[in-house]
Every structure is written in C-alpha cells, then in structure tokens.
C-alpha cells in the first residue's frame, strides 16, 4: 500500500530545487519532507526535465500536474469519494497553483467510465450572442496577430469548467460538493510557495504584467516574479471559492462574481470584449455521447488484444485525429524495428546529467515516425476541413464515425503506401469520407496554446479523465477580482482564438470552425480512457486513462503514449518517457536532444523537414495492471501521482 508518507517522487525544475512545493504537500498530509535532490513556439515555455519513477498502487490512484493538486484529490478519495470528487478538488488547487493552464475561468472536457460504460461532459466555453465571424480581422481585414487578438477582452469566452463539474458531480459524485474546495481553499487563504515551473513561466510573461490585478498579486514592487518558495496568498479567489462551495455553479455565473468577469472583458482599456451577463447566464454544459474506436494492440502472448478508446467528439477534433492516426498505422506494412533497444533502461539518461548530446537509444525508429507523420499529415487535413461545434456543423454524411469508419482508412492509408520510394507525399489533402462532399474549406494552421490534465481511477474502479485550459498560457491575461480589497483572483480564458481568425476563404466559402455566436470552438484536447474488449465484443475492463496538455500537439503526446503502452508493451511512465515528436501537417518536429543525429538523417533522406523543439507536454496516465494500477507523470513538469 502507498501510504501519503511514502509519497516522496523528486524533480528537479532548471536545476532548482522543488522543495518547498513537495514539503507544503507533505505538511499538509502530516508528514515530514523527504531530501530533494539538486539536480519554437509552444502553449508553455520548457522548463526542465526531472526523474519520475512510475507508481504502482493497488487500490486507486490520482494523476495531475502539481503535487498539491494531487494530494487534494489523494484526500478526497481516500475520504472515500468517487473519481468526479476527486476532479473537482483537483481542478480548484490547480486554479491556484498552476494558474497559467487552467482554472475557473476557463473550460474542460471529461470522460468518466462507471465500469460497464463511458460518458462524456462538455465544458467548453462559448462565444458570446454578441460575437461576429469577423471577430479577430483587423482594419485592413486581414487577421489580427496573435498575441494582439489574445490580450485583452476580445478573445474572452464563457467560461465552462465549473458548471461542467456540477453536472458531472451530481451524477456520479459521492462527498458533498462544498468538501471538495476545502483544499484549494485552505491554500489559497493560507498560501502556498511559488513552485519553479510557475516562477520560470512568470518571468518569461510580460504582457500579464499590464494588468494591474495581476502584476500585484504575481510580482513585487520591482516587477520581478515572486522567487521560488515564496508563499503566496490569493485571499481573493478563497472567497470566489467559498461562495461556488456554498451555492453551486451559479456562484460564478450570476451575481457579483458574474458582473465582475462582464466588467472586466467589456472595459479593458484597448482591447474590449463583448461577453456580457447574459452569456454567463445562459451557459450550460452539454453531455454528449462519447466517440469510440476498435484499436487492436501488439500480441504479447499469441493472441492479439483488441481496445476501445473513448474520447471526447466534436468540438474536440482529438479522438478523430487519434483514431485516424491509429487506424492508418494499423494498416501500413508493419515497422521490423520500430523502437530502438534499450527504450526500457536508457530513457531517463538525460535525467540525471545533463546530456552531452543527442539520446542515442529509446526512441522511435526513422522508419515508424515516417509512417506516423504521414499518417498524422493525412489526419491534420481531414481536421482543418471538417470538425467544429456538431451544433454548427454537419459531420460528413451525418456521421462523425465516417471519419474512422475502415474503408475510408484502408483508402488514406493507400497514399502513404503510394508515396514515391516509400517517401513523403508531395501533398495531404482532406479526404472524403461519405459521398456528399463538404461545403466548408479548410481552415488555415494557426497556434494552439496551454491546458492541464487529470487522471484518475477511484476505489470502484471508476475512471476519469479531465483536460482542462484557460487556452494560452495565462490566458487573456485578464486577473478577475470584485474589488473588495483582497489581493488576488483568477484568470481568464482566451479560449476564442480557437477559432479560425479568417471566416472563409478567398472565393467565399466558410470555414467550419469560424466564430458563431454561442458556437464552442475547436479543440485539440483528447482526454482518453480505453478499456479491453471481450471476444464477444462487449465492454472488459478498464485498461488506461490518458491525456496531456499542448495545444495541438495534445493529439501527438496522447497517441504517443497510447501506442507506446498498447501496442509496445511499454507501462506509462516508460510511454511518457519516450521522445516527443509530432507534425502539424509540415515539418516533421522531433523533442530536442531526444533523437539520435541518424534519425533526423533518415527522415530527411524521405523528403521531411525536421525541426527540433522542447515539445514539452504534461502526460498523466493511469493503467490497470495485475493487482491493482501503475501509473506515470510527465518528467517535463511537475506533475506527480498519489494512491492507496
């Protein structure tokens, strides 16, 4: 059994300590602090890649991005609530703690299996009644840039997590709801030391400074970021909290706190939006019919294992790219070496060294990354053509599932077979998936930022998994207080850059997911649980919960480690461990330092561009294993798992 006291995993951030943030979690569970050791363009800056062990616990077990996080959902399970329970907790500290990703103020997307069935909860914020589709075009009518359209009011969307939460809690929720933000609560009036991931992100940030409710609460007087270990209050969202604990969602979506968040979209002094309080009045959480898949995995002892993975549909594009990804993989000529040897033991070499170069081992092959980026290639252009809000959106031929349905897979992945000398195609174009060709053109690549994501498997065998986002790291850069005079408050989404900045294209014609007044945007989170099915095709048990933040490359981080675990054998912390790589339909981007120089040479040699980047994703995955669970946190965050 892993007691609260044998939680003692250990990361280093920038080579600076983390000890204050693990002795805080520690104290809290009454423990004392175990030794810490010294040791592109993307949603969150890089910083740091620490040793994490994996962890095996028999009866249940909790995955999020912070430690204190983790342990307010360890408590409330070992109190004897449900995963959703455990959620909620988690959410609330991580609004706190890690308020850069996620929060209050933004949106989520959960998966919940009860152990006979999945469900899926939409969160997802919603452009205002007041928004156009011209939104994020400037004078010239030409797109705003990015940075230019996130600061500010304008790209502000309903915010959709906590009624979400509600929703969920009341269905499969055990504690009481107002339990479940006691400990975001007691850290919040109480404090909490600056970790050195949040300080690293607070220093490298400079247009949250220009708002004044945040620069005083996330910097002191000279504008520098608090340093690491300083303890930090925000008295102010203890408050918010109290009154969402003690009258539900409404709390936030009516009344002071409601005008609070109008008042400060509509009056920002240069970049003004339109959400108004009927927007907040009118926001609900929508619970959709989750999107499954077959996948079949590697044989391991003859007989070749068959999986469900559930996902989240539309407006989440995730679980269709991954299904497609997945699909067009199973049905290319199978990779002789598709992993470099030594992936189990040579993994974590650049963990406790810095590395004098290139990982030699432990990566995937040139060979696979070429069948998998031109899978992903064929993928990312069905995405830009066809998904958006299902309310605002048709799905080719009525039917979402016709973008994973066998014979349009065995059909995409015929264009990689038929790539001159087994190299890149010279182009990916969207295909067609039913017979009535789409009225919408495609929408052009733009940035995808921040999010935060939670795994977690109850003492019922109950699964959840959560991805959470305030969209850009910090968000709008918009810092919510009533102006009572308490120090602190919460962030706001930029959630509305999800949408496409151009409404269509030259000849006219409309993009799917261009802004529509109440419409959810796209998204790329792709909370994933997968569960093992019988001979007789009925539901087994549950075998993974899954996810990652990263923008777009949240399709890339979450395949990665579905394919590593299900179809390398791999456990999840060694899956996480692998290299990052993705492709948005471009170059091919490889994690920095993490491939051999022959890898990069291989791929190039197949006609990619390869470009190599922190790629730093935040995976938290939870298997189901022989007497009980293993699990893994990300090394390249602070993320960390508690269980029983």
């Known amino acids: 059994m892993l007691s609260e006291c044998a939680f003692q995993p250990v990361f280093s951030l920038r080579r600076r300590l983390n ?15 175990p030794p810490a050791e010294e040791p592109l363009a993307q949603p969150e800056l890089a910083s740091g890649y620490g040793d994490k062990p994996g962890w095996a616990t028999k009866r249940f077990a909790v995955a999020a991005a912070n430690p204190l996080a983790t342990l307010a959902g360890y408590r409330m399970l070992k109190a004897g609530g449900s995963a959703l329970d455990a959620a909620v907790a988690v959410q609330m ?54 940075q230019q359209a996130v ?19 009341r269905q499969h929720g055990k504690l009481p709801w107002a339990r479940l933000f006691e400990p975001a609560i007691a850290l919040a009036e109480g404090g909490f030391p600056v970790s050195p991931r949040l300080h690293d992100l607070l220093a490298g940030e400079q247009a949250l400074k220009r ?46 706190v409601a005008r609070a968040i109008v008042d400060k979209v509509q009056r920002h002094p240069t970049n003004p939006g339109t959400l108004a309080l009927g927007d907040l009045a009118g926001y609900r959480p929508v619970q959709r019919e989750p999107l499954c898949f077959v996948h079949r995995g590697a044989a ?9 993975i559930c996902g989240m549909p539309p407006p ?35 963990v406790r060294a810095p590395c004098p170069g290139h990982l030699p081992t432990g990566a995937p092959s040139a060979a696979w990354l070429h069948q998998y980026a031109e899978a992903s290639r064929l993928a990312f252009a069905d995405r830009a053509q066809y998904l958006g809000d299902p309310d605002f959106v048709t799905a080719p031929g009525n039917n979402w599932l016709s973008l994973l349905d066998p014979t349009y897979l065995n059909s995409r992945a015929e264009l990689v077979l038929a790539a001159p000398a087994g190299g890149r195609m010279p182009e990916a174009k969207a295909g067609l998936p039913a017979p009535v060709k789409t009225s919408y053109a495609p929408m052009a690549q733009q940035p995808e930022y921040g999010t935060s994501h939670i795994s977690i498997v109850d003492g019922w065998g109950h699964a959840r998994a959560m991805t959470t986002t305030i ?49 959810r945007p796209r998204s790329s989170m792709s909370p994933s649980l997968v569960v093992a099915l019988n001979p007789d095709g009925s539901t087994g048990p549950l075998v993974l919960s899954a996810g990652s933040p990263g923008g777009a490359l949240i399709i890339h981080f979450t395949a990665k480690t579905l394919y ?48 190599e980047a922190p790629l730093p994703s935040g995976l938290q995955a939870i298997q189901r294993v022989q007497g009980g669970y293993f699990s893994g946190a990300d090394p390249r965050r602070e993320g960390v798992v508690m269980g029983d």
């Open 19 to 33: 000890a204050a943030l693990l002795a805080s979690a520690l104290l809290l569970a009454g423990c004392a602090a």
């Open 93 to 146: 500290v991580l609004t706190l703690v890690e308020p850069q990703s996620s929060g209050i103020g933004g949106g989520a997307f959960l998966l919940y299996f009860d152990g006979q069935r999945s469900e899926a909860y939409d969160g997802r914020e919603t452009a205002p009644a007041a928004a156009t589709e011209d939104l994020f075009l400037g004078s010239n009518g030409r797109p705003l840039p990015f």
């Open 151 to 169: 600061v500010g009011g304008r790209s502000v969307g309903t915010p959709g997590s906590v009624a979400m939460l509600e929703l969920a809690h």
């Open 211 to 256: 708002d004044p409710v945040a620069a005083a609460y996330f910097y002191d007087s000279q504008g520098q970021p608090w340093p690491v270990g300083h303890t930090l209050k925000n008295p102010e969202l203890g408050a918010v909290l109290r009154r969402i604990a003690a009258n539900g969602a409404q709390a936030l979506y009516q009344g002071e």
């Open 300 to 308: 391991v002892t003859g007989a070749v294992p068959s999986y469900r």
């Open 316 to 350: 989440s594009s995730g679980t269709i790219a991954i299904g497609q990804i997945l699909g067009m993989l199973e049905r290319l000529p199978p990779v002789a070496k598709p992993l470099d040897e030594g992936v189990n033991t040579a993994l974590l070499q650049c």
């Open 471 to 519: 969209e850009d790291g910090w968000g709008a850069r918009l810092m919510v207080n009533r102006g009572k005079g308490l120090s602190g408050g919460f962030l706001l989404n930029n959630e509305l850059t999800d949408f496409s900045f151009e409404p269509r294209d030259p000849n006219g014609t409309p993009i799917a997911n261009r802004v529509q007044p109440g419409k």
């Open 564 to 611: 590593g675990v299900l179809n390398w054998g791999l456990d999840p912390q060694q899956a996480i461990n692998l290299p990052n790589f993705a492709t948005l339909g471009g170059p091919v981007l490889l994690e920095q330092r993490r491939f051999a120089p022959t890898i990069l040479q291989a791929l190039r040699a197949r006609g990619h561009q390869v470009v």
